[in-house]
Structures are given as structure tokens and as C-alpha cells.
């Protein structure tokens, strides 16, 4: 037992018998908040700055959300050949849209999520994730996601962004082919879509699911790439690309000369990323 439970956050995962904690300083609880779609709540912690959880689950902390936010935008963008429409579906901390205005050449980013609370949260006590907020390429709609791409005009977007919770509650949807295949019409010719996809050694069937469902909606390529995430269980994450047309490379060249900083992505990273262990090539190779 910790010494002195009210002086951490602890998330337990059940499905895989484990939980991560973190301590708190004394501030404690900043911001807690029950909205129509879920409950949220914000802490200070002493190592990882603020924590952002819903519904009791972690959604990112100050110290290493440049780790998922730059692995679900730079990636997919660079593996396009020249994205300038981008619909981020969820991204309510606004972290993601951030890194994809940093490309620019991006004309038009339209992000939307179901629950205007998890926005006004960022904007509290994660300024920094919305320093884009006001960038006149960005659109902000809090609206459901899985209604927007149903009625998107055919071939409209150049790349999706599917940056959402766990599969459950109101992300629930956004893990199923009936999505993906809404998501096949919204996208051009040569359109790309990438959706997190949760940790290769916690949640196997479920990714091997994605692989699954984005290939019988009608995309004719799919990979997954891998990153390291503390704050989630196993610290081990994913994200996944659905491509329209066969993957080919991606643009090394200005990835390796892009004009903005990052602290995680990398050419090197990318290609590193790509290189899935042989236990997950061998579940993959089953779908």
C-alpha cells in the first residue's frame, strides 16, 4: 500500500492486472467537472505538472503528451504527399491541433469533439496546447464526431486524425468499420487516416480488430506504428494509418528539414516507429 493514498492519483486497469499512479502535490485536485458526456477532472502533480483524466481514466499529463500529440500528427503527415485538409476527430485538449499547424503548408484544419468541457479544461490549465487555438487555418466544432463524417462531403479531407478516448462511452464508435467506412468516402484519392490504437501488449485483439475493420471498409493499406507513453498502461502505445492507395515511404527529405522543433519526432523516429516487434508482426499477419 502507499503510504498516504489521498496524496496520489491511481488509475487501475483491470484487464491487465496493474496500476499506475502518480503523486499529487499539495494543491491536489484543481478541476473537477461532470459534463452531459463525461466526468472531468484535473491534478497537480509533483514530477508530472498537470493531469488531465476522464471518467477516472488519464488522458495526458504536462510532462509527456509531446509524445502521442507529435506520433498522431507529424507520422501521417509526412507519409501523405501533400496534405492541406485535416479533420481531427476528438483532440478536445487541442495538443494535436497544435503540432499539425505547425506544418505549413496546411490550409484548413477542422477539429471536432463532442464535449466542449475537455477544451475549456486545456485552456485552464494547459495553455500551452492552445497556442494554435486562434490560427485562422483552425476550425473548432464540439459536435459528434460520427455524425460530422457521416454527412463530410465525399473526398474532402486529405488526411483524418481519429484522436480519441478508450473505446468506450463516447468514443465507443469510433473503432468501427461502419465509421472507417465513412472515413473511406470523407478522404481524397490518396487520403490517409490514422486512429490511436491503444497498447500492443495490453489490447492485441483490439488492434488486430482495427487492422481488421479499416481493411473491410475499403482502405487498401494499413500500418501501425509505436511509441512510448508513461502515463497509459504498459506505457507502450500505438497509432494506426489507413491508407486509400499502398503506403510508400514517407517524405524523409523535409521531415529531416522541417522548420519547426520537436522533442520526440524524427525521421530516424519514424522509420524506427514502423519496425513492429515480431510478436505483433506474427498477430498481424493473422487478420
Not at 36 to 53: H, P, R, S, Y
Not at 90 to 98: I, K, N
Not at 176 to 181: C, I, Q, T
Request: hydrophobic share 40%; net charge negative.
Amino acid at each position: 500500500m502507499l503510504p498516504n493514498e489521498q496524496d496520489w492519483f491511481t488509475e487501475p486497469c483491470e484487464e491487465c492486472g496493474s496500476a499506475f499512479s502518480l503523486h499529487l502535490t499539495g494543491e491536489g485536485k484543481l478541476h473537477e467537472e461532470q459534463t452531459a458526456f463525461q466526468k472531468i477532472e484535473v491534478f497537480d502533480t509533483t514530477k508530472f505538472g498537470k493531469l488531465m483524466t476522464i471518467d477516472g481514466l488519464v488522458m495526458l499529463s504536462s510532462r509527456d503528451n509531446f509524445l502521442y500529440h507529435e506520433m498522431m500528427s507529424h507520422p501521417v503527415l509526412y507519409t501523405h504527399p501533400k496534405p492541406r485538409r485535416v479533420l481531427i476527430i476528438g483532440g478536445g485538449d487541442c495538443g494535436t491541433l497544435r503540432e499539425v499547424l505547425r506544418h505549413p503548408d496546411i490550409a484548413q484544419v477542422q477539429q471536432v469533439d463532442i464535449d466542449e468541457g475537455v477544451t475549456r479544461a486545456s485552456l485552464k490549465y494547459f495553455p500551452e496546447l492552445c497556442e494554435a487555438n486562434d490560427d485562422p487555418r483552425a476550425q473548432l466544432y464540439f459536435e459528434d464526431g460520427l455524425k460530422w463524417i457521416k454527412e463530410a462531403e465525399a473526398g474532402y479531407y486529405d488526411v483524418i486524425i481519429v484522436d480519441s478516448t478508450d473505446p468506450i462511452g463516447p468514443a465507443e464508435g469510433l473503432f468501427g468499420e461502419a465509421f472507417f467506412r465513412d472515413c473511406v468516402r470523407a478522404l481524397a484519392d490518396d487520403g490517409i487516416l490514422v486512429q490511436q490504437s491503444e497498447s500492443p501488449l495490453l489490447h492485441m485483439a483490439l488492434l488486430k480488430d482495427i487492422h481488421r475493420y479499416m481493411r473491410r471498409a475499403g482502405f487498401a493499406a494499413t500500418q501501425t506504428l509505436h511509441f512510448p507513453q508513461p502515463v497509459y498502461p504498459s506505457g507502450w502505445w500505438s497509432c494506426t494509418m489507413a491508407s486509400k492507395q499502398s503506403f510508400n515511404g514517407f517524405r524523409e527529405a523535409e521531415a529531416s528539414a522541417r522548420p519547426f522543433k520537436t522533442l520526440y519526432y524524427s525521421p530516424e523516429v519514424h522509420r524506427g516507429a514502423l519496425a513492429l516487434p515480431p510478436f505483433v508482426q506474427e498477430q498481424l499477419a493473422q487478420i
